[in-house]
């Protein structure tokens, strides 16, 4: 247990490390990126008044001063003042954490209350017309990119069938199509690699066993399942969350979701660099925690990682 | 690593199988993790919205982007301005028909050449109680151009040399010199009337977040990029608007934005490109609003560059536009061919003037006489600023290519636009979209080609300048009117500007509301203007 | 990182049934070849094959729908006219140019950069794995639409950084791939008494862990090129993919976006042929690798 409790040290160690290096690229990135200054004022303001403002935001000092401020601060959990919003920058992205995490849990949830059922009763029902079916839609969803998805459902179920509202945040309904939208690759993912696992578990000795001992199949099935696919379904799930941001963009974007991703690329393009600076720290920190944790739960889980 | 993290691709058995290799390092009990607090938060909003449900008669309007800010004199912004028209009043008020119209002043009137006197509306008063009184429009103009103060509308009323106020109700403006535009200045942006003792108390930053003005709407509420919501005025000077509330929505994605008005979750929406026209129109419940844009889309010219240093290239450059093309096709009819720069509905609009010409021959004659060599002609531009932006580069540089000018369009970033615009970098030419600020060619041909103006490159011309500057200082009419005409026959010679089309701003309706929208793209709703026809 | 193996985890590798046991190349194989081949065939001889020029506008020919046979008088455009009136067949056609352009040359990259930095981690151990693995990390904790879009804020929207970018986006996946094998090889007795008897690290390295790594790698590769090409289309919905009028798949659907109920030709066509084209590269990855790695068929 002492190497294992040595292992977790290493592991948080390092990705500590890796979160310094990627806040350290946004820092690089955004300093090249562009003169937030011009964007702040109107386009017949003087040089001077350009000056001014830049002087205040400590932008004229040497990139290595700023670099020095900048770490300083994020030591201490705090990236600036947000030049467009002029409040706190961390508090600005954290007011938006909630909003992607819905989005996120939601469509997680999804993935697996239609994927994992999908992809047993294929498997069950391998060769009819239900598995082509559902296996075509799943390999769709793989192979379309994130925007078409949420387009067509807009119009399709929200415009056509007018099952759900059109975008926005708030009741329940709001969040179906976004979720399905953001979870449309994990769920076609998850319902493939179920039916797998159901195949297999099909052919197995246990099953006859099982069969003969008289028990009812569904059942047998299920939990065999439940216990075999776990592991790799939540490796796959764990995986997409690491990239939630990127997919919360363009998802965000067409549904109009209040999230941290539409935050952090309006952000880019404003040249905030405390706000984009405080959500690739906050997304990058949470892809930290989560692992972590998951790291801890493995070795709780599965004890030859203990023995390790 | 990208739009949906497929990291590893279509497959998720490689993923699985990497797993097993331990490629990949085990991560997985967040989902559980993040369904759990999803779901709170999921349960939080719920409660919040059945908590406050109300009855309410709301207007919803929805945006092609989310509202920056509330302090009237620190954007400029249509999607901002579309609220602070609302949240504060101006001195007078430029309705739909594009006549001025008294509001916050009953009257006003030339004292002498440079000395103007507004009476004020008695008994208005502001969000928080408080009168709205004389020095509250002195500050807010004084603010308006105050130079260490960061707003940034000071070219609005810097004609202004000293406002007294003999008392609470009368306003007496004295310009530097005389300025026919003074009143009309007044219903611009940088006019709203801004509290003064509350903004003192405190502060701009506090008063941005949460500010206060005399307008039909008070503010309530913002979650940002979801809504902002603001609560009808019930004691407004004009009467309480037609509804409880007005929400203000930012609908990025166009599909959407569309589909929310169809589906009816928003009872205004803006920016509809033509093409989405007769989807709007012919659905049960919805209309297209359509207003001629009391303004142009034109092609700013970085003019010291050759081959654009040359006059008759750049009159090439517009002959080879067919812009009858551009809007019967393009625009499906929804846009007019300008003849000049003074626009119509401006005025000293001069309608005997034949709208820009088609002709790809003389263009490739004064190419030719240009002694063009081929050089790469840019259109630097960011994608989706204009209405048809896109489409109207790609169409441009192609008829372009026809009389045999090498174009080719380039996309930026809309900051990098900006930037640009600043630093005057632009290499060929750039999309911009001035409105006509007071309704005349002072504030519109004039106030962008004026020496420093946002494009006057090196575009200088010694009698267009005289005219212009002469006729910013004139109130004889028939003095302007002759000034614009030349000046405009001078800005048609030179193009440092080239103007394309004069567009229609498409509004989509719900057809149980009643509204007109304006030229100049200030979204003002009043009692007078608004009616909503349901329970 | 962490390495021990699951034995429940190597028996969900594939969602085939076992039946790829058996030699013979399925059908869908068959018939996912033939439509790579023609898809690579019309990139080739895109001038020959294409009806009209890609970039050709006729404003009064816009979008006009599909058509088997020619209005009166009008030419015909058998998958119909976009936006400008340009021939959507043709810029299909022309647009497999860019679309499997961006893809090869992106998987290229993050294979070699992906392949190198991960022999390298694999075989040399140590504080050089230490710190390539890190920056594998960091790249993975990283949202990378927005590094691609400050990448290209600073470099400007061109062909090259386009493949950079997406090149850039892939490689963690190779480098942690061949680190993994080379890992489990490096220990394998063959290598440690080639290594007793004096055989050089290179040797090693070339004659033993790079064929034992090819198989594996290739599948990566498939798999890689398909999620590329949707990438490209990702970036062009962000306005950072090809420049105009260059027409490429993820571009169209991207153009055509605005107008899915009312041309749905503009985006179904380049739509379908990307989302076949992601889908038949990445089928035939997955039965590349139930052939190529003998492991995986146990199951």
Not at chain 2, 188 to 214: C, H, L, R, T, W
Not at chain 2, 357 to 365: G, I, T
Not at chain 3, 101 to 119: H, M, Q, S, T
């Amino acid at each position: 247990m002492q190497g294992f409790g040595r292992f977790l040290a290493y592991r948080l160690g390092r990705m500590l490390v890796a979160l310094w290096a990627v806040v350290t690229v946004v820092f690089v990135v955004m300093r090249l990126s562009g003169d937030p200054v011009p964007l702040l004022l109107p386009p017949d303001a003087p040089i001077a008044e350009m000056e001014r403002l830049r002087h205040e935001m400590g932008l004229d000092r040497p990139i290595f001063v700023q670099y020095g401020v900048f770490v300083n601060q994020a030591l201490r959990g705090d990236f600036g003042r947000s030049i467009h919003f002029r409040t706190s920058a961390m508090q600005v992205a954290w007011e938006r954490v909630p909003a992607t995490l819905e989005l996120a849990g939601a469509s997680f949830l999804c993935a697996i209350i239609i994927a994992i059922p999908a992809g047993v009763i294929s498997a069950i029902k391998r060769g009819t017309a239900y598995d082509s079916i559902v296996m075509g839609v799943a390999l769709i969803g793989q192979a379309a990119p994130t925007f078409y998805i949420g387009i067509m459902l807009i119009l399709t179920c929200s415009l056509w069938l007018g099952l759900f509202p059109t975008s926005g945040r708030g009741e329940w309904r709001q969040l179906v199509l976004p979720a399905i939208t953001l979870g449309a690759f994990a769920m076609a993912s998850i319902a493939r690699i179920t039916r797998s696992a159901v195949l297999e578990i099909l052919r197995a000795d246990f099953i006859r066993t099982a069969r003969a001992k008289g028990l009812p199949e569904f059942y047998t099935i299920a939990k065999h399942t439940m216990r075999n696919a776990a592991i790799p379904i939540i490796t796959i799930v764990g995986l997409q969350l690491g990239n939630l941001l990127g997919g919360a963009v363009v998802t965000e974007t067409i549904f109009s979701w209040p999230g941290i991703g539409r935050l952090a690329i309006q952000s880019i393009y404003n040249r905030d660099y405390p706000i984009v600076q405080s959500c690739v720290f906050m997304t990058a920190g949470m892809f930290v925690v989560l692992n972590f944790m998951v790291d801890v739960a493995y070795g709780i889980l599965d004890p030859r990682i203990r023995r390790k | 690593m990208s739009h949906r993290g497929e990291g590893d691709g279509m497959s998720v058995e490689s993923l699985v199988r990497q797993f097993r290799d331990g490629v990949i390092t085990r991560r997985g009990f967040l989902a559980g993790a993040a369904g759990v607090l999803g779901s709170l938060a999921a349960a939080e909003g719920l409660l919040a919205r059945v908590a406050g449900a109300q009855s309410k008669k709301t207007l919803t309007v929805g945006q092609s982007a989310d509202v920056s800010k509330l302090d009237p004199q620190m954007s400029t912004t249509v999607n901002d301005i579309a609220v602070t028209f609302n949240l504060f009043d101006n001195l007078t008020s430029r309705h739909a028909d594009g006549k001025l119209y008294p509001s916050l002043a009953t009257e006003w009137k030339l004292v002498n050449p440079t000395t103007w006197q507004f009476k004020l509306r008695p008994n208005v008063k502001f969000h928080n109680g408080d009168p709205l009184t004389s020095t509250d429009v002195k500050f807010t103009y004084e603010r308006s151009y105050d130079p260490n103060a960061k707003v940034i509308t000071k070219s609005v009323l810097n004609t202004i040399e000293r406002i007294e106020t003999p008392d609470p109700l009368t306003v007496v403006i004295v310009t530097k010199k005389p300025d026919p535009l003074l009143a009309a200045r007044t219903s611009y942006y940088a006019g709203q009337i801004m509290p003064k003792n509350y903004f003192q108390k405190v502060g701009e930053d506090e008063f941005n977040a949460k500010p206060i003005g005399s307008g039909p709407v008070k503010f309530t509420s913002w979650v940002k990029d979801d809504r902002m919501i603001l609560d009808a005025n019930r004691d407004y000077w004009g009467g309480k608007i037609a509804v409880d509330q007005i929400v203000f929505r930012p609908l990025p994605e166009l599909a959407a934005r569309i589909g929310a008005l169809l589906k009816g979750e928003a009872d205004i929406v803006t920016k509809v490109p033509p093409d989405q026209m007769e989807r709007v129109s012919k659905a049960a419940n919805t209309k297209i609003e359509g207003v001629l844009y009391g303004g142009l889309y034109c092609l700013s010219v970085a003019t010291q560059k050759p081959p654009l240093d040359s006059k008759p290239f750049r009159q090439a450059m517009s002959l080879a536009i067919d812009r009858e093309l551009i809007v019967k096709e393009l625009w499906r009819g929804q846009a007019a061919v300008p003849n000049s720069m003074v626009i119509k509905g401006d005025a000293h609009y001069d309608p005997t003037l034949p709208p820009l010409k088609y002709d790809p021959a003389r263009a490739k004659e004064l190419i030719k006489e240009a002694n063009y060599k081929g050089d790469e002609l840019l259109i630097e531009t960011p994608i989706g600023f204009m209405v048809m932006d896109k489409e109207m580069s790609e169409v441009i540089v192609s008829m372009w290519k026809d009389v045999g000018i090498n174009a080719r369009l380039e996309q930026i970033e809309y900051s990098v636009y900006q930037q640009k615009i600043r630093e005057k970098s632009f290499k060929g030419v750039r999309w911009t979209d001035p409105t006509s600020a007071y309704n005349d060619p002072d504030g519109m041909m004039w106030r962008h080609l004026a020496e420093g103006g946002p494009n006057a490159y090196w575009f200088r011309n010694a009698r267009f300048d005289e005219l212009g500057t002469a006729a910013r200082f004139s109130v004889d009419e028939k003095f302007r009117e002759q000034a614009y005409k030349e000046m405009a026959r001078i800005e048609l010679d030179f193009l440092p500007l080239i103007p394309v089309i004069q567009p229609m701003e498409l509004y989509g309706l719900q057809k149980a509301v009643e509204w007109k929208p304006y030229a100049n793209q200030m979204m003002e709703f009043r009692r007078f203007n608004l009616k909503v026809n349901r329970a | 990182m962490a390495s021990s193996t699951h034995a429940s985890v190597e028996n969900r590798l594939t969602d085939e049934e076992p039946i790829v046991r058996r030699r013979t190349v399925p059908l869908f194989v068959w018939a996912s070849a033939a439509f790579l081949l023609v898809v690579v065939l019309a990139a080739a001889a895109a001038p020959l094959v294409s009806p009209f020029d890609p970039i050709r506008q006729s404003l009064r020919e816009r979008l006009k729908a599909p058509a088997l046979f020619a209005e009166e008088g009008r030419q015909r455009h058998l998958l119909g006219t976009d936006q400008l009136g340009r021939d959507i067949l043709s810029r299909v056609i022309y647009g497999s140019r860019v679309s499997l352009a961006v893809g090869f040359a992106a998987v290229i990259i993050g294979g070699a950069i992906g392949g190198i930095l991960g022999l390298i981690s694999g075989y040399a151990g140590g504080v050089v794995d230490e710190i390539i693995m890190l920056v594998v990390d960091a790249q993975l904790a990283f949202p990378f639409i927005l590094l691609a879009i400050g990448i290209i804020a600073v470099l400007g929207p061109s062909f090259g950084n386009l493949i950079i970018i997406v090149g850039l986006s892939g490689w963690v996946t190779y480098a942690r791939l061949v680190r993994a094998q080379v890992l489990t090889i490096k220990e394998r007795e063959f290598v440690i008494a080639i290594r007793g008897l004096g055989g050089s690290t290179w040797r090693i390295l070339v004659s033993h862990i790079v064929p034992n790594t090819l198989a594996p790698f290739l599948v990566v590769t498939t798999l890689e090129l398909a999620r590329t090409i949707l990438l490209e289309s990702t970036l062009s919905f962000l306005g950072l993919g090809i420049q105009p009028p260059t027409p490429s798949w993820g571009g169209m659907l991207n153009e055509g976006r605005g107008y899915l109920d009312s041309a749905w030709w503009i985006s179904a066509f380049p739509g379908l042929v990307l989302m076949l084209t992601a889908l038949v590269v990445s089928r035939v990855g997955d039965w590349l690798r139930d052939v190529l790695d003998p492991t995986l068929r146990g199951a």
